[in-house]
């Protein structure tokens, strides 16, 4: 199998026995999903300050700490109100429960991962399960006022 799937993938990690695979990949999403959250909050505070939407774009995506594959990706989607399916919400919450269900049977605590989910959900709760995750920014746009 590892040959077949060198072809497929950049780079191929054994990560342990069966379900560790699974455990890594809900480690990323879990990342994923706060992170876009707070990429949304920043977006939207710096809108709100008067900032131009394109000083806020060259930071998040090449000049700060916090720049990422992810932030080149989303910030864009963010600050156009793209929301074409890349990974969709509905499936984000899915990820997010499992791993809130997981902490929760390991007695561990995840404050902002159990934050990111309730707002995803509440993105959901207003019809916008089948779009990108990064919909959620739109909360963030109601509660403070900006038009979308």
Known sequence: MSPLLHH??????????????????????LTLGSYVVALSEAVHFGL???LEPSLIEKLLVSLSSVRSPNSAIKVP??????????FSLKHMIKDLSIIEGEAR???????????ALQMYRLAQNRGFAEEDFVIVAELFKKTRGIAS
């Open 48 to 50: 709100e300050a008067g």
């Open 105 to 115: 049977r390991q007695h561990s605590s995840m404050p902002l991962g159990s934050l």
């Open 77 to 86: 989607k963010i600050l156009r109100s793209d929301y074409a399916t890349q």
């Open 8 to 29: 497929i993938s950049r780079e191929v990690l054994h990560v342990g026995p069966n379900g560790a695979g699974l455990s890594l990949k809900l480690v990323h999403n």
